[in-house]
């Protein structure tokens, strides 16, 4: 019987792992680990940046696309949250371009609450 010295063995363990290696960068996965044809169904409401179409304005709040649970993403939009206040610079909100008022748009005079007994 033929023995091996170190070297042949350092060889096999160095060619096994490289087949190991390969077989991982081409994609084999064990047998349980195989999924199935998956086919999406867009009805995740997914609120974080990845999915958003536009961000809220004054006057709409922020839209998004409907998701899978694969991650994948259709056209189709949803609306999330609320508008946001005016935000205005040099005078107009930058987003509808209204004209930024002189003062609070109130009554002209205060009103008065009836006093209800308790």
Do not use: W
């Amino acid at each position: 019987m033929k023995e091996k010295c170190i070297g042949d063995i350092m060889k096999q363990t160095l060619l096994f792992l490289l087949v190991l290696s390969l077989l991982f960068a081409v994609g084999c996965t064990p047998r349980d680990e195989v999924q199935e044809p998956h086919t999406c169904s867009f009805t995740e409401r997914n609120t974080s940046d990845t999915y958003i179409a536009e961000k809220a304005t004054c006057e709409k709040p922020a839209s998004y696309f409907y998701s899978c649970k694969c991650g994948k993403a259709t056209t189709s939009l949803f609306y999330d949250g609320f508008p946001l206040p005016h935000a205005y610079e040099n005078g107009k909100c930058i987003y509808c371009e209204k004209e930024q008022p002189d003062e609070f748009e109130g009554p002209d005079e205060p009103i008065e609450l009836p006093i209800i007994p308790i």
